[in-house]
């Protein structure tokens, strides 16, 4: 393989490997604080101890995605030096927000929220998970600027002497039209993820304690979680319809190669059919070989307009337009398909949406067999629990997927209603002083490194899972005058 494909390889396994870890991180963050607000606001035990437990959990998940973006950062400057001197203008700017306002108030209050709960007065320590909790989301929104600068190119200019794309607007890049659709869309999945996480691992404690003594008084703490949890997936899976609408619209004004791409649809239809299943040859890069089996006629043309009758044009009719406004081939000679490869953009759009109907299933189930305060000692449902509860990390990481591959071949992406001379095909990006032998090197030892990883954070989210949510004592505000009393980690 080539060295831009091991590139490829080594930036999608590392970013996919992170991403698993960042929407529960997000998502927990705020649902930690929610739970120790009920515990200040009741002064109910239950909500300390649910507060102590999934806060435990979170610290696990945070140090992790700490420890695996930053090789993120790294990559853009070896693997992708040409890259990061097209768009380093740009692209640097929201990064440098993300890590001086949001990432050092998230690293600074998480400190003190583990450390103060015997030390801070308890309105103090409540402010520092909340501030733990604004942090992470105001992270993700300079990464999701940046992100969509990629997508769809503004407040920038191309200048020809340097050969750069060049940012005379900051503020229309952190206000982009693609950032303001996007960002509510991942915020929405991260409480998706925390919400499914929260309530599986409840259920799994609700079923349990309930098969062994229907009165044991443990249960009604793991209910009020289970609950709570199920909630949050509902309102969070509304968020993800609506957003998800949203961005579809405008994706087919910004990118109609990956609206087309998404569906497998070969030629121009007006309407256009939703597929729900095409099969065929959909590696191939003329699209000539995929049959739509199953499909709901002019579903497609109201998901990208609005409007039920509308035309939506084909990957053979958007493939000639691309090559005469960008370029038929390379600097090789070589013919370039705008096309991107239907078999991962078609699937990955499928499954991100399938994977996820897991949570509503869960969510759902619960709420109707513990209404009216009752409890449930089923079975099945501990088990639709625990099947439940990586979905939606994998169907965030197919979103991912998708929006990223769909862009492919640029990793730059045109703004079609702005300068066109702002893109850039991804076989321009990487660093061709970087030896292919070295990036096979770096990647095998990355993976290999994230596995060993990857093993630590599943054995210790079991481990702490497992214990469940442990009786805890009411912190009391130490004498800071007693020097023998050290600093504590208050788990």
Known sequence: MEALDLARWQFGITTVYHFVLVPLTIGLSTLVAIMQTMW?????????RLTKFYGKLLLINFALGVATGIVQEFQFGMNWSEYSRFVGDVFGAPLAMEALIAFFLESTFLGLWIF???????????????????????????????????????????????????????????????????????????????????????????VKNARLDKQDPEIAIYRTAARFGAWVMIIAGAGILYTGDE??????????????????????????????????????????????????????SYLATGDWNAKVEGLNDLQPQYAE???????????????????????????????????????????????????TDQPWLQKLALISLPMPFAAASFGWIFTEMGRQPFVVAPNPSGSDQIFLLTRYGYSTAVSAGTVLTSMI???????????????????????????????????????????????
């Not at 909790?133 to 407040?155: D, R």
């Not at 499954?351 to 009216?372: E, K, N, Q």
């Not at 993976?447 to 093993?455: C, E, F, H, R």
């Open 445 to 491: 030892t990355f993976t290999v490194v994230y596995a060993v990883l990857g093993v630590f954070w599943y054995r210790l989210m079991h481990r702490y899972a497992s214990e469940g949510a442990s009786p805890v004592e009411e912190p009391v505000l130490r004498d800071d005058s007693d020097e023998s009393q050290p600093l504590s980690f208050a788990y």
């Open 247 to 300: 961005q579809a619209k405008l994706m087919f004004q910004q990118q109609p190669i990956k609206m087309a791409a998404a569906e497998a649809l070969c030629d121009t239809e007006q309407p256009a059919a939703f597929s729900i299943l095409s099969i065929g040859h959909l590696g191939a890069t003329d699209c000539n070989d995929v049959k739509t089996i199953i499909k709901i006629p002019g579903f497609l």
């Open 116 to 206: 103060g709960w015997d030390r801070l007065p308890r309105a103090v320590h409540l402010a520092t998970i909340w501030a733990l909790a604004i942090g992470s989301t105001l992270s993700a929104y300079f990464i999701i600027a940046a992100n969509s600068w990629m997508q769809h190119p503004v407040g920038a200019e191309y200048n020809p002497e340097t050969g750069r794309a060049e940012m005379n607007d900051i503020l229309a890049v952190l206000t982009n039209n693609t950032a303001l659709v996007a960002y509510p869309h991942v915020i929405s999945t991260a409480f998706l993820v925390a919400g499914t996480f929260v309530t599986g691992i409840a259920v799994f404690w609700m």
């Open 40 to 48: 200040f606001k009741t002064g109910n035990e239950k909500w300390l």
């Open 325 to 375: 406004r960008y370029g038929a081939t390379d600097t090789s000679g070589e013919t370039i398909h705008y096309q991107p490869n239907l078999l991962i953009t078609y699937w990955s759009f499928r499954l991100m949406i399938g994977l996820a109907a897991f949570s509503a299933a869960l969510a759902l189930a619960v709420l109707w067999f513990t209404r009216r305060g009752r409890n």
